[in-house]
């Protein structure tokens, strides 16, 4: 089993900046991708950006350029720095990290983004 820890979140204008984190302990061996989801009222999640491993990163069209995705694979955390921040942004984010044959996800973390 993995462990999330999320942190980070809450409430800020709009053009704002916040940072999120989550530290995964346990099972933390050949684990492969860490990403951030986030669930909008009435909408499904959706991916926002994901790292894998090696570094290489992927990022949903609406966040690229305002957000960066980042790993310790020292601390087994990653994070996500979001940038110029929109009300459309507001969301439940979630962390997620994904090994060979699970996948783990953490208890979720709210923004809020005031226009």
């Known amino acids: 089993q993995v462990q999330l820890v999320e942190s980070g979140g809450g409430l800020v204008q709009a053009g704002g900046s916040l940072s999120l984190s989550c530290a995964a302990s346990?099972?933390?061996?050949?684990?492969?991708?860490m990403g951030w989801y986030r669930q909008a009222p009435g909408k499904q999640r959706e991916l926002v950006a994901a790292?894998?491993?090696?570094?290489?990163?992927n990022y949903a069209n609406s966040v690229r350029g305002r957000f960066t995705i980042s790993r310790d694979n020292a601390k087994n955390t990653v994070y996500l720095q979001m940038n110029s921040l929109k009300a459309e942004d507001t969301a439940v984010y979630y962390c997620?990290?994904?090994?060979?044959?699970?996948?783990?996800w953490g208890q979720g973390t709210q923004v809020t983004v005031s226009s």
């Open positions: 997620n990290v994904v090994r060979p044959s699970s996948e783990y």
């Open positions: 346990g099972s933390i061996f050949s684990i492969n991708v």
């Open positions: 790292i894998n491993s090696a570094g290489s990163t």
